[in-house]
Antibody, heavy 120, light 107 residues
Framework: QVQLMESGGGVVQPGRSLRLSCAAS????????MHWVRQAPGKGLDWVAAISYDGKNIFYGDSVKGRFTVSRDNSKSTLFLQMNSLRVEDTAVYYC?????????????WGRGTLVTVSS | DIQLTQSPSFLSASVGDRVTITCRGS??????LAWYQQKPGKAPKLLIY???TLESGVPSRFSGSGSGTEFTLIISSLQPEDFATYYC?????????FGPGTKVDIK
């Protein structure tokens, strides 16, 4: 069965960096686009970034563009999110999510999320 | 960027009620819209994609319709497990975005 497991969250000071990982299993990781979505405490969903199956096409939300970098290692079935220049407003649960095979069809599997807290 | 609005933001309903949630886009989305259900402390669950296609395993009491800028999620007969927050997501163009959510609570 499809499993996505995020890791790397924690407490970090404003301005510092953090790298999240998402280990995928149960499907052929190298053939699916992947997404990062976050949710601040008590707030709605906020789309962060997407990366195509081969890593050649990458897109970011406006609030993270220039600070966050998404990447993937298909040989290790792992998705990454490098977060630099973190701000208090980046505090959220970060989810990785898988795209279905059909383009523009949302995210059919999600991890449980990892909490990032940015605080001094 | 495309903006999404949802209405209502909150609704109180009883088991067995028919529930309708609307999502509107600031631009034409064609049919590139998905609906998710989220329960407290859990990841979102995909319900519908391409505006009206039911995700595998989702009960048939859920349905979606619409195209262009106006979309609807209908729960034909609300069940106890349906009390949750529902989000729409546009998939027409990047950056992708979610609506603000509709919380369905028990009356």
């Amino acid at each position: 069965q499809v499993q996505l497991m995020e890791s790397g969250g924690g407490v970090v000071q404003p301005g510092r960096s953090l790298r999240l990982s998402c280990a995928a299993s149960g499907f052929t990781f190298s053939t699916y686009a992947m997404h990062w979505v976050r949710q601040a405490p008590g707030k709605g969903l906020d789309w962060v970034a997407a990366i195509s199956y081969d890593g050649k096409n990458i897109f970011y939300g406006d609030s993270v563009k220039g600070r966050f970098t998404v990447s993937r290692d298909n040989s290790k079935s792992t998705l990454f999110l490098q977060m630099n220049s973190l701000r208090v407003e980046d505090t959220a649960v970060y989810y990785c999510a898988k795209s279905p095979g059909v383009a523009a069809s949302g995210c059919d599997y999600w991890g449980r999320g990892t909490l990032v807290t940015v605080s001094s | 960027d495309i903006q999404l609005t949802q209405s209502p933001s909150f609704l109180s309903a009883s088991v067995g009620d028919r529930v309708t949630i609307t999502c509107r886009g600031s631009q034409d989305l064609s049919n590139y819209l998905a609906w998710y259900q989220q329960k407290p402390g859990k990841a979102p669950k995909l319900l519908i994609y391409a505006a009206s296609t039911l995700e595998s395993g989702v009960p048939s009491r859920f349905s979606g319709s619409g195209s262009g800028t106006e979309f609807t999620l209908i729960i034909s007969s609300l069940q106890p497990e349906d009390f949750a927050t529902y989000y729409c997501q546009q998939l027409n163009s990047y950056p992708l975005g979610f609506g603000p959510g509709t919380k369905v609570d028990i009356k």
